[in-house]
């Protein structure tokens, strides 16, 4: 499934978030591929990735310790599907 998901970081700066980001790249691996990801703006940041194993994606976010780090940094994320015509 291919997703996008939008960032939106108040508490840190994008790079301060994207090295927490890629220090989740094992975890990642294990539940999306061919991610790629885009700085809007230093408060924004745009993840592309398809995702094949959507029930770790769901717990993975939803887990207390994702929460806290969403809380720390200040982060919503905003999850789409995205589908071919």
Sequence with gaps: MNTLIIVKIKNTTYDEWKKKFD???EVQSQMMRNTIVGKVDDETA???TEVFNPDMVGQ???SD???QMEKEL???HEVYQLTKN
């Design 60 to 62: 993975f976010m939803s």
């Design 23 to 25: 220090a989740d790249a």
């Design 74 to 76: 200040g982060l919503s």
């Design 65 to 67: 310790e994702f929460r």
């Design 46 to 48: 745009m993840i592309s």
